[in-house]
T-cell receptor
Framework: KAGVTQTPRYLIKTRGQQVTLSCSPISGHRSVSWYQQTPGQGLQFLFEYFSETQRNKGNFPGRFSGRQFSNSRSEMNVSTLELGDSALYLC???????????FGPGTRLTVT | ELKVEQNPLFLSMQEGKNYTIYCNYSTTSDRLYWYRQDPGKSLESLFVLLSNGAVKQEGRLMASLDTKARLSTLHITAAVHDLSATYFCAVDFGYGGSQGNLIFGKGTKLSVKP
């Protein structure tokens, strides 16, 4: 069974640009959560999607947005990038009714 | 405020020794997770603890949960170099449809030396 996949794995962007990251969950998993990991703030929850609906949102500015498609694939978008957005972005998928989250390999975003 | 605190944040151990990592959290939850992260890698699930008194063991690692004390421990027995990594605990404070929002501790960076 394939695991969670994230694309791209590495990304370099310039301040002010926008970026879209993609996450494909494990087959059958309808819940997708996104997390940001930085050395200073650690791992922080961004948002969770379930059946194309945002179910939870963390404490991030509106520049961070996401969506989920009918095949459960999810994208997150960051607009007007700032240097502080440089981070490892992890997504995790979960089977409905299960508690375990399975993390993808992450997308490492560098903003210059 | 929902908080998860781990200690210690850094741990240097000798091979063969035992040690415990502690994870305290701020409010009621019975869903606690332990993850391992190697440098530059993603999170690997170690344990999912879902009830008071839950104890799980895998190899040299054993995790337990005391929901009344809001405390989980990760005990390392006879450490080996391969256990060197950063260990995170995380708590799901949500209810029902709010699951999936994990609050993480800052992580414990474990270094096992020969």
């Amino acid at each position: 069974k394939a695991g969670v996949t994230q694309t791209p794995r590495y990304l370099i962007k310039t301040r002010g640009q926008q970026v879209t990251l993609s996450c494909s969950p494990i087959s059958g998993h309808r819940s997708v959560s996104w997390y940001q990991q930085t050395p200073g703030q650690g791992l922080q929850f961004l948002f969770e999607y379930f059946s194309e609906t945002q179910r939870n949102k963390g404490n991030f500015p509106g520049r961070f947005s996401g969506r989920q498609f009918s095949n459960s694939r999810s994208e997150m978008n960051v607009s007007t990038l700032e240097l502080g957005d440089s981070a490892l972005y992890l997504c995790a998928s979960r089977l409905d009714g299960d508690y375990e989250q399975y993390f993808g390999p992450g997308t490492r975003l560098t903003v210059t | 405020e929902l908080k998860v605190e781990q200690n210690p944040l850094f741990l240097s151990m000798q091979e063969g020794k035992n040690y415990t990592i502690y994870c305290n959290y701020s409010t009621t939850s019975d869903r606690l997770y332990w993850y391992r992260q190697d440098p530059g890698k993603s999170l690997e699930s170690l344990f999912v603890l879902l009830s008071n008194g839950a104890v799980k063991q895998e190899g040299r690692l054993m995790a337990s949960l005391d929901t009344k004390a809001r405390l989980s421990t990760l005990h390392i027995t006879a450490a080996v170099h391969d256990l060197s990594a950063t260990y995170f605990c995380a708590v799901d404070f949500g209810y029902g449809g709010s699951q999936g929002n994990l609050i993480f501790g800052k992580g414990t960076k474990l270094s096992v030396k020969p």
